[in-house]
C-alpha cells in the first residue's frame, strides 16, 4: 500500500546576514573535520506565510566541514516577525561541493554553480499567529552569497 505523497508549500524566503571578516574555524583533536562558527548579523524574512527580520547577534552556525567537501550545518538564532513575535529556528542541513568550489565560498568568492545545499529547520513558537510552525516539518534550499546567505523554506504537506 502505498500512501499520499507529501507536497510541498512555499512558506518564505530568508536572507541571512554575516558580520565582514574571516570565520572561525579549527581542527578538533582526534576529529577528521573542521569546526566552525560565524555569528548572525541579521537578515530579512518575506513570503506568503511569515514576514519579518532575523535578530543581529541571536546566534549562528556551528558547521562541520570535511575535506570531502561535505559541510554539517547546526545553526540556531532567533527570528521576530512583523508583529513583534519573537521565533526560535534550529537549521540543520548539508551542503556538498568540490573541495575547489568550498575553497572560493570560504574566500567569498562566488563559485561559477553553487553547491548542493538542503535544510531541515524546525521552529518554536509561542501561542497565537506563528504557532502552527511547532506543529509543521519544513525543507528548504540554500545558497551562500558572499557575507549572506540566501533559504527559500517549504512545509511539508
Known sequence: MKLKQPELQYAFSMELEFPPGDRLRFQPEHHDFRRGFVAVAGGTIQGPLLNGRVVSGSGGDWPRIWKSGLIEFEAHYMLEANDGTPIYIHNSGIAFASPDTLKLIEQGQQPLEPPY?????????????????????????????????LFDYYVVN
Open 117 to 149: 545545499c538542503r535544510i531541515t529547520p524546525r521552529f518554536e513558537a509561542p501561542a497565537g499567529a506563528y504557532e502552527w510552525l511547532n506543529r509543521k516539518i519544513f525543507v528548504g534550499t540554500c545558497e551562500r552569497r558572499g557575507d549572506r546567505s
